[in-house]
Nanobody, 115 residues
Framework: QVQLVESGGGLVQPGGSLRLSCAASGIIFSIRTAGWYRQVPGKQREWVAQ???????TYTDSVKGRFTISRDNAKNTMYLQMNSLKPEDTAVYFC?????????WGQGTQVTVSS
């Protein structure tokens, strides 16, 4: 059984930074793709960023230039560095990984951007 555990959320002022982590545990042979999503109450979950096994990363337009996704394959861990945060980035952030052909989700971590 694979589990994803997120950490790093919290309250930050506009313009500030946070770094989210997502660690996968269990029996893992390969993580093909890994990504971050976010969701606010009453809205659908939104894709934020994705990184594939080779390191190629893609982002939704609203976070380009501010967020950076990365991964440490040796630790089965993915990160999301979030800079220049805006109030509209407030959401619960979820990580998703395609592990050995199966998608897994983390439990979510709250990010609140407010003065």
């Amino acid at each position: 059984q694979v589990q994803l555990v997120e950490s790093g959320g919290g309250l930050v002022q506009p313009g500030g930074s946070l770094r989210l982590s997502c660690a996968a545990s269990g029996i893992i042979f390969s993580i093909r793709t890994a990504g971050w999503y976010r969701q606010v109450p009453g809205k659908q979950r939104e894709w934020v960023a994705q990184i594939i096994s080779g390191g190629y990363a893609t982002y939704t337009d609203s976070v380009k230039g501010r967020f950076t996704i990365s991964r440490d394959n040796a630790k089965n861990t993915m990160y999301l560095q979030m800079n220049s945060l805006k109030p509209e980035d407030t959401a619960v952030y979820f990580c998703n990984m395609l592990v050995d052909g199966t998608h897994y989700w983390g439990q979510g971590t709250q990010v609140t951007v407010s003065s």
